[in-house]
C-alpha cells in the first residue's frame, strides 16, 4: 500500500524531457530547467528596469528594495571585502553574481515552477568559471604568472622540508578546490532542498488521497513540515546567493594579495 502511488522525488526530476530544441549533443535544447533560468533572467533584468526606470531622490517601493539590495552587496560584501577602491571595481560583477543567484535559486518556491535551475550542475559551474578567471585574472595581471602562482602555494617562513607536503596541498586549495566548492556547495543545497520539499508535499498528497484511512491522519504533519522547510529554504536561497558572492570577492581579494600569504 505504501508503494503503490507514491513516487519518490528523484534526481529524474532535474533532467526532463526536452521542449524546444534538436541541436548536436543537445547544448541549446531547452528544456523545463533552461526555460526557468530564462525565465528569471528575464524576471531580473524586468524587475531592475522597473525599479530604476524613472530614478526618485527618495527612493520608494520597488526602487527602494532595489537600491537596499545593492547597498547590501557594496557595504556588506565589496567594501567590506576588498576596500571601497576595489571594492567599487568589483562591484558590478559581484552584484551581478549575488542577484543572478537569488532569483534563479527563488524559483524553488514559487508556485508551478518549483524547482531551482541551480540545482543542476550547469548553471553553479558557470558562475564558479566566472569567478575563478577574475580571481586568476586579478592575481596575474597585478604579479605575473610565475609570481602570483609561487606566491599563492609557497607558505613562506616554514621548514624547507614542509614545502613538500604544503605546496601540493596549497596549489589543489587554492586552483582546484575553490571552482569545485563553489559549484558543489549552491548545487548540492538547492538540490537537497527541492527533493525535501516534494517530499514533504507528495508525501501530503499520498497520505490524503491514496494511502489507507488510518494514515490520512499524518496528512497535517507532512503539510506543516512542508509549509516549515518552505520557509527555511527562503532563508538558504539568501544565504546561498550571499555566500557565493561573499567568496567570489575573498578570492578576489586573497589574489589581489597573494605576496601576504
Sequence with gaps: ????????????????????????FGLFDLDRLMLIRILMAAVLVIVMLAAFRRPQLVPRGLQNAAEYGLVF???????????????????????????GVLFLNFSSVI??????SNARVGMPLVLA???????????????GFVKYVRSSIVVPNVPPA??????????????????????????????????????????????????VAWMKVLSPFSLLAGFGFTLFEVLVIFLQAYVFALLTAVYIGLAEHADSH
Aim: net charge neutral.
Design 129 to 143: 568559471v566566472v569567478a575563478y578567471i577574475t580571481f586568476n585574472y586579478v592575481g596575474i595581471k597585478k604579479y
Design 162 to 211: 614542509l614545502h613538500v607536503l604544503l605546496i601540493p596541498i596549497e596549489f589543489i586549495s587554492t586552483f582546484l578546490l575553490r571552482p569545485f566548492t563553489l559549484t558543489v556547495r549552491l548545487m548540492a543545497n538547492m538540490l537537497s532542498g527541492h527533493i525535501m520539499l516534494v517530499l514533504f508535499f507528495s508525501a501530503t498528497q499520498f497520505f490524503l488521497f491514496d494511502a
Design 73 to 99: 552587496v557594496k557595504e556588506q560584501i565589496c567594501d567590506e571585502i576588498l576596500g571601497k577602491e576595489t571594492g567599487k571595481k568589483f562591484f558590478p560583477l559581484i552584484a551581478s553574481i549575488f542577484f
Design 1 to 24: 500500500m505504501l508503494a503503490g502511488e507514491f513516487h519518490a522525488p528523484s534526481l529524474n526530476d532535474f533532467f526532463p524531457e526536452k521542449i524546444l530544441g534538436d541541436t548536436p
Design 111 to 116: 508556485p508551478f515552477l518549483n524547482i531551482s
